[in-house]
Structures are given as structure tokens and as C-alpha cells.
């Protein structure tokens, strides 16, 4: 069973940074497409970023393109969203997702089988 745990929220000033980290139970962590999504009080949840399997592209929604990094490290299980010129718009839960052998559904949420349980980022204006 694959299990996600999220860690790295919390409060931050506008225009600071934040780094979210995502780890990841199982044996072939590399063969699973990762994505970063956020679900902000009232709405639904988005697409933030990804990183897929097959060939390591990563993709972000135009919202945080150039302000957001997402990466992974295989041997170790990890998955990281850095953030950068944090808005207050950026507030929300941010949830890390896996999905098995991933690929252009990258942004969709009904395409990923696991998902840890969020953390919060709040970004004070």
C-alpha cells in the first residue's frame, strides 16, 4: 500500500518561501507520476504542479510558474514543492498525489490513486 505524507506548511509573510516535502511508502516510487494540488476554503481543488515518471517533465499550472519548483529525489522517496513570492492567494491545503505509471492526466485530479493528508499554507498579505 502507498502512503504520502506532507510536511513543510505553515504561515508566511507575502514574498517569503515555503518548502513542502512529500514521502513516499513503497518500492517503485519511480514509476509513479507526482503532483503537488491545493483546495483553498469554498473551492475546489487544483492542479498546482507535477513531475512525471517516464521522463522526469514537470508541468505547473501558470499561476505559480516561476515562483514554484517541484522535484523529486527516487532513492530516496521523496517529492519536494519549493515556493517562492508566496501570495496570499497561495493559501490553501496542499496535497501531494501519486499516480501509477502517469502520464498526460497529469493535472486531473481523478487520475491519482493516492494522496496523503495535506498541510496547510497560509500566506499572510
Known amino acids: 500500500q502507498v502512503q504520502l505524507v506532507e510536511s513543510g506548511g505553515g504561515l508566511v509573510q507575502a514574498g517569503g518561501s515555503l518548502r513542502l516535502s512529500c514521502a513516499v511508502s513503497g518500492r517503485t516510487f519511480n514509476r509513479y507520476t507526482m503532483g503537488w494540488f491545493r483546495q483553498a476554503p469554498g473551492k475546489e481543488r487544483e492542479f498546482v504542479a507535477a513531475?512525471?515518471?517516464?521522463?522526469?517533465?514537470?508541468y505547473y499550472t501558470d499561476s505559480v510558474k516561476g515562483r514554484f519548483t517541484i522535484s523529486r529525489d527516487n532513492a530516496k522517496n521523496m517529492v519536494y514543492l519549493q515556493m517562492n513570492s508566496l501570495k496570499s492567494e497561495d493559501t490553501a491545503v496542499y496535497y501531494c498525489?501519486?499516480?501509477?505509471?502517469?502520464?498526460?492526466?497529469?493535472?486531473?485530479?481523478?487520475?491519482?490513486?493516492?494522496w496523503g493528508q495535506g498541510t496547510q499554507v497560509t500566506v499572510s498579505s
Open positions: 513531475s512525471v515518471w517516464s521522463d522526469g517533465t514537470t
Open positions: 498525489a501519486a499516480d501509477r505509471l502517469g502520464g498526460l492526466g497529469y493535472s486531473k485530479v481523478s487520475e491519482y490513486e493516492h
